[in-house]
């Protein structure tokens, strides 16, 4: 074999010394991200209480790729080399930190899981230079997986075109859902507009739809969210009677249409009024196991002559966790031995050793002090069944709150969330309220 020659072994160091690897980093390329969600590919289902929706509306979206939910995520690094994701809806930021690296036996590919534990979803990604493919996974829901596809260094949600916009869509509208059914319901839409840039919310009388931002390009108006949980899409119209028209989808499982309308003085049903004891029923009563498995009831000698505040909720709801997260913070800043919390799970798991679980990882991650307890599945009609007392299960979270005396004082349906303007006025009257009834506690105590 020939020895190397000097000028030789010189020349491969200072071709080496050129060489910059694929992969400088021990993870994903830092910066931002563009993310779709490739809603078409899977069979849509229409809104299964209605009929398939009309295909002759011409609701065409010439300035997006037709059936792409999309999002952008930024990485980040910590000083010890690990990595995150914030994923980016509006105002707010999500911040993604469950993540593992490894190469799948079955494609022989390295493969990065991105966890939402909260919501036992994930996101599966074969990591290519710059590009990130794979697929988002709702491990409660049977066989449900979205196609995933992520670039590098695009920071544009919708488009990156800058139409004129035929409307400045900021103030309040009157939305109605489900046109396309006998059975439509109405919602509020609060949208913020500066330029072409759009960001907002839905809210209805189970909730809001917490975060979306999106785009007005000429006549046209998207939005978007994705956290874990949700994955919505809006598109619309603006007609020349300055209203709306468009579609709605959520994953591949639902796709409806909806108009709206500027109407500032709207209000939707009081959210007070929409769920209440049967006539009959005097107390509100429930005998549920906790993740231990201990059976764990309003009689026990721990909640006995306290204020008492009950969660049905899920640990798959996103308004849940808003909710949840308020009353963390609340319990924080205004600890008192006479309140208490109970959260009572309604979980999308047939198997209650999974519904357990999801509970179990819940209460960790969100460092949960008070019982999260087993009351069965999330379908309303089987979790009313589990609470007889009430005349329905509308929606998740609904909040029950009961006084010292085990007397049912309010019900209140839903969540308007730190999304929507109602939030601060919720708050308000949260603390007041809750003040009250510690004090009447106070007072019978003496």
């Not at 992520?150 to 919708?158: D, T, V, W």
């Not at 349906?413 to 708050?427: D, H, L, M, V, W």
Request: net charge negative; aromatic share 12%; proline share 6%.
């Amino acid at each position: 074999m020939k020895s190397i020659t000097p000028i030789l072994a010189l020349l491969i160091l200072i071709l080496n010394s050129c060489l910059v690897a694929d992969h400088p980093f021990p993870g994903i390329a830092p910066g931002i991200w563009r993310a779709v969600l490739k809603l078409d590919p899977e069979f849509i289902t229409p809104n299964p209480r209605g009929e398939p929706l009309p295909e002759k509306l011409n609701l065409k979206f010439e300035e997006v790729t037709q059936g792409e939910l999309p999002f952008t995520f930024e990485v980040k690094y910590n000083p010890d080399q690990t990595f995150y994701l914030e994923i980016i809806n509006g105002e707010e930021r999500i911040k993604v930190d469950d993540i593992s690296m490894g190469r799948e036996i079955r494609s022989a590919r390295d493969t990065i899981l991105f966890r939402f534990p909260e919501y036992d979803s994930y996101i599966r990604v074969y990591s290519e230079g710059n590009v990130m493919q794979g697929e988002w996974v709702v491990a409660s829901k049977k066989d449900y997986r979205i196609p995933f596809l992520a670039k590098h260094g695009q920071g544009h949600r919708f488009t990156t075109l800058q139409k004129p916009p035929a409307a400045d869509l900021s103030g309040k509208w009157e939305v109605t859902l489900e046109t396309e059914t006998d059975h439509p319901y109405k919602a509020i839409g609060e949208f913020k507009q500066k330029g072409n840039y759009l960001t907002g919310t839905f809210m209805t009388e189970t909730g809001d739809h917490r975060f979306l931002e999106g785009t007005v390009q000429a006549n046209k108006a998207y939005l978007s969210c994705f956290d874990g949980s949700h994955a919505f899409l809006y598109e619309a119209k603006i007609l020349e009677d300055g209203t709306l028209i468009g579609s709605f989808r959520s994953g591949t499982h639902y796709k409806t249409l909806w108009e709206a309308k500027r109407n500032p003085d709207f209000q939707l049903a009081n959210p007070d009024q929409l769920t209440f004891l049967k006539p009959g029923f005097e107390k509100f009563s429930f005998a549920f196991k906790n993740p231990e498995g201990k059976t764990i009831s309003l009689d026990d000698p721990a909640y006995r002559n306290k204020v008492k505040i009950i969660q049905l909720m899920g640990t798959w709801c996103p308004n849940c966790m808003d909710e949840t997260q308020f009353l963390l913070n609340y319990l924080k800043e205004n600890p008192n031995p006479d309140l208490v919390v109970i959260g009572l799970a309604f979980e999308r798991y047939e198997d209650a050793e999974k519904s357990m679980n999801a509970i179990r990882t819940y209460k960790k991650r969100l460092n949960i002090p008070y019982e999260v307890l087993h009351a069965g599945s999330s379908n309303k009609e089987k979790a009313a069944l589990a609470l007889p007392m009430l005349n329905q299960v509308l929606s998740y979270p609904t909040t029950i709150y009961i006084d010292r005396n085990d007397q049912v004082r309010r019900i209140h349906t839903g969540f308007s969330g730190p999304a929507t303007s109602q939030y601060e006025a919720f708050k308000t009257d949260f603390q007041s309220f809750i003040s009250n009834l510690l004090a009447e506690a106070h007072s019978n105590k003496q």
